[in-house]
C-alpha cells in the first residue's frame, strides 16, 4: 500500500470512536516511521504518544515512557495526578499504580505508536502485546504497531501470528511507490537534477529511503563533474546512471569485491558448463541495478571509472583528476555513444517489429559500421568492446551470404587499425576482447606479432621501455620477440643503465631471479650477468660490494649459475 492510499485508511480509521489496533508491516528502510511522525503531525484534534520498543528492558520502562508523553498533553491528567499526590509524603511513586489509577476518559483519542518490534531483547513480545491489550480494552486508546515481520526472530513470528487474530484489527503492509520514496528526500538533491533518477528508481523498483539517501548523497558528491559534460548529453547519462548503480549497489552489499568476484564466476559458468556456480538471490538482485547482459555487466564492474566510483564508496574521497580525465575522453567520443545506441535500437527492431525486413536491418547496420570503421572498436572509452564489432560482422555474415566476404575484409582491415594503436590494451587485456580479436582471423595473430615486433624494436633506444618490457614479461609470463630485442642491447649500454639508473637495476635483478635460466633470453642474461662480475671486481668499492651481494643472492637461489659452475 502507498503512502496516500495509507494515509487515507488511517484518517479514516481514527474517526472510528472506538479502542483499536492497526498493524503498519514494511520492509525496513522504507520510511515506515518518517511517514508516521509526519502523519501525526497532521492529527491536531488527537494526542499522541510514540515508544521505541529499542533498549527497553522492562514493560515499566513502556508504561513510564507512555505516561509521561500522555501527562504532558493532558491537563486532565495533570490535575488527576496532582489529587493523587495529595498527602503522600513517600518520594518513591510506582507508575503502573498511576496508570491504574487513572480512568478510561484519562485516555481518551489518545494514539500510541509502538516501533522496533524486531530490537526487542530484554522484553519478550508477549509481554508487550499483553500491555497493547490492556491500552485497548482497559484503557480504550488506539494503538499502531509498526513492525518488519520479516525481521522477527522466529519465536516472536510465532507468537505476533498467534495473538494477531485476538489484538489487530486492521492490518496494512506498507510500500510506498519509488516516487513517494524519492519525494521525500527530493530536497536533499543539489546536483544532476534534470537526470531522470525517479525512472531508475521505477524501473528498479527502488524504494528504500536509505538506499535512495546514499544515491543523493553520492550525486551531490560528483556535482564537480557537471562542467564536464554538460555539453555531451549522452555521456551525462552514461555517467550519472553509473554513479547511482554503483551507490546502490554498495547500499545493500558489506563486499563490494565480493559481489564483482560473483558477477565474474557468473560469467565463466555461461562459457564452462564445468563451472560450479551456485546462484545467489542477493547478488542477482544486485546484478539487475545494471543495464545489459552478464558480459557487459561484468566487463562494466571491471571498467576504470566503477574502479574510481568504488573507492569513493569505501572512503567517501573522490579522485577528481582521473575521473575528469575519463570524462573527457568519453565527451570527446560522444559520437560513438549515438552510433552504438542506434545500433542497440536497430538489434530490437530486427527481433521485435515485424514490418522491419532483414535487408533492411543489413543495410543499416552495414552503413552505421562502415561509417565508422576501426573507430567503433574501442577498448574502453564509450563502453565499445572489440567483442561487440566482432558479433555484428559475423551477423551480417549470417544475414547477407552474398556480401560475406566484403564484410570479413572490412573487420580484418578495421581490426588490424585497432591493433596497432591499442597495444598496451592487447597485451594486457585479462576478459577475452584481445583474444577474440585474434582468433578472428589467423593473418590478425601473425599482424599482432610484426606489431609487437617493430614495437620492441624502437624500444631499445629509451631505458623507461626497456624497464616496463622486463616488468611485462616478469607479470605475464609471456612474450614473442623480447628475447630477441633484449640480447641486442648493448654491453656498454646495460652498463651505463646498471650504474645510473636504480629502477633499471632492481628491475633487471627481479629480471634474473624470475627468468635467469630460461633458455629464451639467454643472450640478455649471459649480457647482464656478465657485466655485474665485471662490476664486482672493479676498483670502485661501492660498485665492487654491491654487485657482489646482487651475484651472492641470484647464485644462492639458483637464478643464475656460480662463477664456478660456467
Known amino acids: 500500500m502507498n503512502i496516500t492510499n495509507l494515509k487515507e485508511k488511517l484518517e479514516n480509521i481514527f474517526k472510528i470512536n472506538e479502542p483499536i489496533v492497526i498493524l503498519i508491516n514494511g520492509k525496513w528502510g522504507v520510511g515506515k516511521t518518517y511517514f508516521w511522525h509526519k502523519f501525526k503531525k497532521e492529527l491536531t484534534d488527537k494526542k499522541t504518544a510514540y515508544v521505541s520498543l529499542f533498549g527497553k528492558e522492562k514493560t515499566a520502562d513502556i508504561r513510564t515512557d507512555i505516561f509521561l508523553q500522555v501527562m504532558s498533553k493532558n491537563e486532565r491528567i495533570v490535575n488527576k495526578t496532582k489529587d493523587l499526590f495529595k498527602g503522600i509524603k513517600t518520594p518513591f511513586i510506582d507508575i503502573s499504580t498511576l496508570i491504574a489509577s487513572l480512568g478510561s476518559q484519562e485516555f481518551k483519542d489518545i494514539i500510541v505508536c509502538f516501533d522496533d518490534f524486531e530490537r526487542l531483547s530484554l522484553i519478550k513480545l508477549k509481554e508487550v502485546l499483553g500491555l497493547i491489550s490492556e491500552l485497548k480494552e482497559q484503557k480504550r486508546c488506539k494503538i499502531v504497531m509498526i513492525l518488519n515481520e520479516e525481521e522477527l526472530n522466529g519465536e516472536d513470528r510465532k507468537t505476533l501470528s498467534k495473538y494477531k ?109 564445468s563451472f560450479e556456480f551456485q546462484e545467489d538471490i542477493k547478488y542477482e538482485d544486485l546484478l539487475s541495478l545494471i543495464e545489459g547482459d552478464y558480459r557487459s555487466k561484468s566487463y562494466f564492474l571491471h571498467s576504470d571509472l566503477v574502479s574510481i566510483l568504488r573507492k569513493y564508496c569505501q572512503t567517501s574521497l573522490v579522485n577528481d583528476k582521473s575521473l575528469i580525465e575519463i570524462i573527457k575522453s568519453r565527451a570527446g567520443k560522444q559520437y560513438l555513444y549515438s552510433a552504438h545506441k542506434k545500433i542497440r535500437k536497430k538489434q530490437d527492431k530486427r527481433l521485435y517489429d515485424m514490418s522491419y525486413e532483414v535487408d533492411s536491418y543489413v543495410k543499416d547496420l552495414w552503413g552505421l559500421l562502415k561509417d565508422k570503421g576501426s573507430e567503433f572498436i574501442i577498448a574502453e572509452d564509450a563502453y565499445l568492446h572489440p567483442g561487440n564489432f566482432i558479433y555484428y560482422i559475423e551477423q551480417l555474415k549470417e544475414l547477407d551470404i552474398k556480401n560475406e566476404e566484403e564484410y570479413h575484409n572490412f573487420a580484418i582491415k578495421c581490426l588490424k587499425t585497432f591493433i596497432k594503436n591499442n597495444l598496451d590494451w592487447m597485451k594486457n587485456d585479462h576478459f577475452g576482447g584481445a583474444e577474440k580479436i585474434l582468433d578472428f582471423d589467423v593473418q590478425l595473430s601473425n599482424y599482432y606479432k610484426e606489431c609487437i615486433k617493430e614495437s620492441n624494436q624502437g624500444a631499445i633506444s629509451s631505458v623507461e621501455q626497456i624497464i616496463t618490457m622486463m616488468r611485462d614479461i616478469r607479470i605475464n609470463s609471456d612474450w614473442n620477440n623480447e628475447p630477441e630485442v633484449l640480447s641486442k642491447i648493448q654491453l ?22 624470475h627468468h635467469g635460466n630460461s633458455p629464451e633470453f639467454r643472450g640478455y ?27 651472492k643472492y641470484l647464485e644462492e637461489n639458483n637464478k643464475i649459475k656460480s662463477q664456478e659452475d660456467i
Request: proline share 3%; aromatic share 12%.
Open 492 to 513: 656498454t649500454d646495460i652498463r651505463q643503465y646498471i650504474l645510473n639508473n636504480p629502477k633499471y637495476c632492481k628491475e633487471v635483478c627481479s629480471f634474473l631471479y
Open 525 to 551: 642474461v649471459k649480457n647482464t650477468v656478465s657485466i655485474f662480475r665485471d662490476l664486482s671486481i672493479s676498483q670502485d668499492k661501492n660498485h665492487a660490494y654491491k654487485a657482489k651481494e646482487i651475484l
Open 165 to 273: 487474530e485476538k489484538i489487530v484489527d486492521y492490518e496494512f503492509n506498507y510500500a510506498p511507490s519509488p516516487s513517494e520514496s524519492l519525494a521525500i528526500l527530493q530536497n536533499k538533491l543539489t546536483a544532476f537534477k534534470d537526470y531522470p533518477l525517479e525512472k531508475y528508481l521505477i524501473e528498479h523498483k527502488v524504494n528504500n529511503i536509505r538506499i535512495i539517501r546514499r544515491i543523493i548523497n553520492a550525486l551531490n558528491d560528483f556535482c564537480f563533474i557537471q562542467t564536464h559534460i554538460e555539453d555531451a548529453s549522452e555521456v551525462a547519462t552514461e555517467i550519472v546512471g553509473n554513479i547511482i548503480s554503483v551507490a546502490a549497489i554498495n547500499a545493500q552489499t558489506s563486499s563490494f569485491d565480493g559481489f564483482i568476484q560473483y558477477a565474474d564466476n557468473k560469467q565463466q559458468s555461461e562459457f564452462d558448463e
